[in-house]
């Protein structure tokens, strides 16, 4: 067991407070902190502490002996660490994205490197050849959007501002109708936002319009996103046609490849694939790439499958679909003990509280902490006061 580093993310869209307090940061500055990175994603390698002066990074830790740091099995499969595990705050609402299979990335990352497209380049889609599917779970009151509505064709009807797609959706369905919206001229769907803004915007500047309501969301992206040419951005048309929902402190939701999405406040843990292959729809000034996107995107209606949970149960489980990770959360009252081991590699982060924990080497910790946990190495917490924490894993 070592003690790890993660990486802070600034993207625009983070919040001020929420990481700083978190990782006990005095003096932030005035960037924004979004995500907190644990992982071996070249864009945000963690750092191991190996002893009280000396670090190095996670990947060149695993790769000094692949067997002893990931697990025969995990080696088999994977050859690497097949996760990457974060906290987000989300201040501002992200892109509308979808994520490719992994022959898409694989694909899409070849085609791009034929190109000459570099992997640092604003316009490039692919930066790996790996899937992204993703497990998230609520640290806080938490919005997103998740995949095509089951009344996409009752909205048709009750959303002005979808009104003259009704031929389009009797035509060719959803992705008849997404198609249309996503090629449509510029100047077209800022005609259409623009009469739509000046309807909208007075109830919410009124604080008329609730969460649950596309209205209040695409009014507060009317005052958000503007595309580089100074017109409205399509991703808006969005919040009309997606499941808006609300996760609890505790409930998670899994998002697989070409599954449409977006969050939109709040806080959260997320664990992924070790990737950053994102594919953007708008609400983003970074880019888009209209023919990517729809070859990536599942047209289908979305039931949402939300996982239960509790931030005050003392044992969550959230499984994903695939076999790259899993995540578990644990809360332990005061003096009380857990001991974990799992067959692959593991991160451990604690959230809050205080606690001792004893495996191949012993640390005392208090608020949040991060840990890698070698295959087969028994950890044993105890808790000093109400300890939180999260544990990603392999799946056996």
């Not at 003096?27 to 670090?55: K, M, R």
């Not at 979808?98 to 570099?118: D, K, S």
């Not at 064709?153 to 997404?178: C, H, M, P, Q, W």
């Not at 695939?322 to 001991?339: I, Q």
């Amino acid at each position: 067991m070592n003690r790890l580093s993660g990486r802070i993310q600034h993207y625009s869209w983070g919040g001020k407070t929420f990481l700083p307090n978190m990782l006990d940061i005095d003096q932030p500055g005035e960037l924004p902190f979004a995500e907190y990175w644990l992982g071996i994603h070249p864009n945000g390698v963690s750092s191991v502490l190996l002893s009280e002066n000396a670090t190095t990074g996670l990947q060149s830790l695993i790769q000094s002996d692949k067997k002893k740091y990931l697990g025969q099995r995990t080696l088999t499969k994977f050859n690497n660490l097949p996760f990457l595990l974060k906290v987000l705050d989300v201040k501002d609402m992200l892109s509308i994205q979808v994520h490719p299979t992994q022959e898409a990335a694989i694909a899409g990352y070849n085609r791009e490197n034929e190109l000459g497209i570099p992997l640092n380049a604003p316009n490039r889609n692919y930066k790996d050849q790996n899937h992204k599917p993703e497990i998230m779970v609520a640290l806080s009151d938490f919005w997103l959007l998740h995949g095509f509505a089951a009344d996409v064709e009752t909205r048709l009807n009750v959303y002005d501002l979808l009104s003259s797609f009704k031929s389009d959706y009797a035509d060719g369905g959803i992705k008849g109708l997404y198609k249309k919206i996503m090629e449509m001229p510029q100047q077209e769907i800022h005609n259409l936002l623009i009469a739509h803004a000046a309807r909208i915007l007075p109830a919410y500047e009124n604080r008329e319009l609730n969460r649950d309501s596309p209205d209040y969301w695409a009014a507060k992206a009317f005052k958000t996103f503007i595309t580089n040419d100074g017109h409205y951005d399509r991703g808006i048309f969005s919040f009309y046609l997606f499941n808006i929902l609300q996760l609890k402190p505790g409930e998670g939701i899994f998002q697989g490849a070409g599954m449409p999405h977006a969050y939109l406040e709040g806080q959260n843990i997320e664990l992924m694939s070790n990737s950053d292959n994102v594919l953007r729809a708008g609400l983003t000034n970074k880019h888009v790439d209209i023919p990517d996107l729809l070859s990536n995107i599942d047209f289908v209606q979305t039931i949402p499958s939300i996982i239960a949970g509790a931030l005050n149960n003392s044992h969550n489980f959230y499984q994903s679909h695939v076999p790259d990770f899993e995540l578990h959360s644990f809360l332990l009252g005061s003096n009380e003990s857990k001991e974990i081991e799992f067959d692959g590699p593991s991160i451990i982060i604690i959230i809050s509280g205080k606690a001792e924990m004893i495996g191949h080497t012993a640390y005392n910790c208090k608020g949040f902490n991060a840990f890698y946990v070698m295959p087969n190495e028994l950890v044993k917490l105890t808790a000093e006061d109400d300890l939180l924490f999260f544990i990603a894993t392999v799946p056996n």
